[in-house]
């Protein structure tokens, strides 16, 4: 069976765990941190949320009319920047796994230490793989694989970021999203996350996406997101970058439920401070 899906899913984004299944290997289901019982190694505190603001959210998706033109004006925003995010395919020591990366300089890609690193190995290769995008029509639109050196990975894991030049060049409008222009998150306020949730094309999480907690290292934010999400670059409403997503939190299990669960994203501070500890410069 796994032999049929594998010959007629050919594009499958998660190709390499059939691939191992038919090896006789052990596959490498998610990179995200993860504790006991499958909890999120969040940097602080839990995915738990105990904000009674929380529990305004009960699967209510309805938007004032009056708020059209606003979120009309976000995803246009996001759709401008969207093409700096990529898809990343990293392997080494017989495991392979998947995030998200952005482009940050002329040849840099952020993305987090998880990703870039390989729990007992080495990493052997890395693909970052732009404009992996879905057509509007069912359709799949054709993308650029680009590759990375592997030698050039500077990663921290305390911060959990990580960078990586790549070797090829970029394919042309591919921006640059400057850590420089970051904004501060403010709370309430909404998250949009721009990703590659579970390796596939290219999503974005809109909706309950509220802001419900924020520190000097990292926010909570209710966004959906996804193994794969990792290294994800996490947006205001005005499109400026607020945070690098780290790791998310447990799946809501009743639907129409209040959330119980968050996710975590670094504030871009912390990655600055970071990048000029090791001596990167980025615009």
């Known amino acids: 069976m796994v032999m049929l899906v594998r010959e007629q899913h050919r594009d499958y984004a998660r190709v390499a765990f059939l691939d191992a299944l038919l090896a006789g290997d052990t596959p490498v289901l998610e990179s995200e941190p993860r504790g006991n019982l499958g909890k999120p190694e969040f940097i602080t505190g839990t995915d738990e949320i105990f904000e009674p603001e929380a529990l305004l959210f009960r699967d209510d998706l309805t938007l004032p009319i009056g708020r059209i033109p606003w979120l009309v004006g976000v995803l246009e925003k996001l759709q401008a920047l969207a093409p700096a995010v990529c898809r990343l395919e990293v392997s080494g020591g017989g495991v392979w796994k998947h995030g998200t990366g952005f482009r940050i ?110 520190t000097d290292r990292v926010i909570h934010y209710l966004t959906d997101t996804q193994s794969g999400s990792s290294g994800a670059p996490v947006f205001d409403d005005m499109g400026r970058l607020i945070a690098l997503h780290h790791a998310g939190g447990r799946p809501q299990e009743v639907a129409g439920k209040p959330a119980i669960q968050k996710n975590e994203g670094i504030v871009i501070p912390v990655v600055l401070e970071g990048l000029a500890r090791a001596t990167i410069e980025v615009p």
């Open 105 to 214: 300089a002329h040849d840099l890609l952020l993305t987090n230490y998880h990703v870039l690193t390989i729990s007992g190995g080495k990493l052997a290769q890395a693909v970052a793989e732009f404009g992996f995008d879905d057509d509007g029509r069912g359709g799949g639109k054709t993308s650029t694989a680009v590759r990375c050196d592997v030698a050039s990975v500077r990663a921290d894991r305390a911060g959990d970021w990580g960078v990586i030049r790549v070797m090829d060049s970029l394919p042309d409008g591919i921006p640059i999203i400057r850590l420089s222009e970051a904004a501060t998150p403010l709370l309430n306020d909404p998250a949009f996350v721009v990703q590659h949730p579970g390796g596939t094309r290219k999503r974005v999480g809109f909706v309950r996406n509220q802001i419900i907690n924020i």
